[in-house]
């Protein structure tokens, strides 16, 4: 069964209402909540939420199809009959409600949050919630959590299961955040509740409970890895074979990038993936795409984006423009290694959306008589980006200078 567009369908009034619902159960709900449960013919929801709903259930009982596009499939085709979906907490707070918001119109819902589990943690470790890191690690990479890893921060991580105190510990401990306080909170709010705090490289985590919060202090040991906020982080911190888009010039790279909200990157000639990690880094709506050639510099890649927290970058490997067939149309464009590649450069052209841009960086004459040819075509803009550093000269020290880089950076016109 396909899902229908929402906006093809006739206005409804509310027929779903979804109740959010914790450790304590019927306790916990308003009169609303529970008169919605009680009145509704079809009640979805997971095991352990139709199992504390028990009391209130009247109708019939659904719990949740895997993989879960199906159950949103079974709600929708419920349409116009009083249905209840039980979820855990807070429905929009990384929960159900952000799902189903996709398939059904805002119209035909009516919503009745209880309290997340960040925020029943946060009210147990006397945090203020608008100052502290919500991560959620349910069903993801636990290096999510290594951007936030900085001293004196707070974090709330949301695991998986009884398992994910365990990595996550691991993780503070390889990562130099080791004296680092872990407080394991588990089943917030209901009769099974326990807190127990450890220092992280030390913590006994055996017994944890499936539903648990992880309230981590950030403190770091003597060389953590700890990654700046700034583009430009230091080349040392990627793991590279020296293709690499060194530190400064990836700070320009990404200024002239500009990554906005929401956007997909092509970094063509990946290297090291430097570039198109910096630029997940700077938001988290932010996706790219790392083309590269060479088996072992793609496997690198993939570490890296690892290490940096942003495992959701795409690795192709690929020589391009070949590798550049039916990948998902870019916002931007970063070409900084083979872009000379007969077809390569026209490729990225033709394939960058209206209004998006391209930034191109050349060290080699070949290279930058491609850029050249594109300024005199297509306009845009040059810059020159010449680097020296300080160096020993003998008992002394000089200036060596850095390959000179030239830039172009154009945007593709947009549609009438």
Request: glycine letters at 10%; one cysteine or more; charged letters at 20%.
């Amino acid at each position: 069964m396909s899902t229908p567009d929402p906006s093809t369908l006739p206005a409804a009034a509310p027929w779903l209402t979804i109740v959010g619902i914790g450790e304590d159960g019927l306790a916990g709900l308003s009169d609303a909540a529970k008169a919605a449960i009680a009145k509704a013919e079809i009640v979805f929801g997971g095991a352990r939420h139709l199992e504390l709903a028990s009391p209130a259930i009247a109708g019939d009982r659904r719990s949740w199809l895997s993989p879960f596009e199906r159950s949103v499939e079974v709600v929708l085709a419920a349409r116009n009959r009083p249905v209840v979906v039980l979820a855990s907490g807070d429905p929009y707070f990384f929960g159900v409600g952000v799902t189903l918001s996709r398939a059904i119109p805002r119209a035909e819902m009516t919503v009745l949050p209880a309290p997340s589990s960040f925020s029943l943690a946060a009210s147990r470790m006397g945090w203020a919630l608008q100052d502290t890191v919500c991560v959620s690690l349910h069903g993801r990479p636990v290096d999510l959590i290594r951007p936030h890893l900085h001293p004196g921060a707070r974090i709330l991580a949301l695991t998986s299961d009884s398992d994910g105190p365990k990595a996550l510990s691991t993780l503070l401990s390889q990562a130099g955040f080791g004296r680092s306080t872990l407080t394991v909170l588990e089943a917030l709010g209901g009769p099974r509740e326990r807190v127990r705090t450890h220092r992280a490289d030390s913590a006994a985590l055996d017994g944890i409970d499936m539903l648990n919060v992880c309230a981590v202090e950030v403190e770091a040991d003597a060389g953590a890895h700890v990654l700046p906020f700034t583009a430009g982080r230091d080349d040392a911190l990627f793991e590279h074979d020296g293709q690499i888009t060194k530190r400064e010039v990836r700070a320009l790279t990404l200024s002239a990038l500009a990554p906005r909200r929401g956007e997909l990157l092509w970094d063509i000639g990946a290297g090291s993936g430097s570039v198109g990690i910096e630029w997940m880094l700077a938001d988290p709506s932010l996706r790219a795409i790392a083309i590269e050639a060479l088996p072992e510099r793609a496997a690198r890649i993939a570490r890296n984006a690892g290490q940096f927290g942003v495992p959701g970058l795409s690795v192709v490997e690929g020589v391009a423009p070949g590798a550049l067939a039916d990948l998902p149309e870019p916002d931007a464009i970063f070409i900084g290694g083979g872009g000379s590649e007969d077809g390569v450069f026209e490729a990225a052209v033709a394939a960058l959306k209206p209004g998006g841009r391209l930034v191109a960086n050349a060290v080699t004459t070949e290279m930058e008589a491609v850029l050249l040819s594109a300024h005199a075509r297509l306009g845009g803009s040059l810059t020159r980006i010449d680097i020296a550093r300080a160096a020993p000269v003998g008992q002394m020290t000089g200036w060596r200078p850095a390959m000179p880089v030239t830039q172009w950076r154009w945007a593709k016109a947009a549609k009438e």
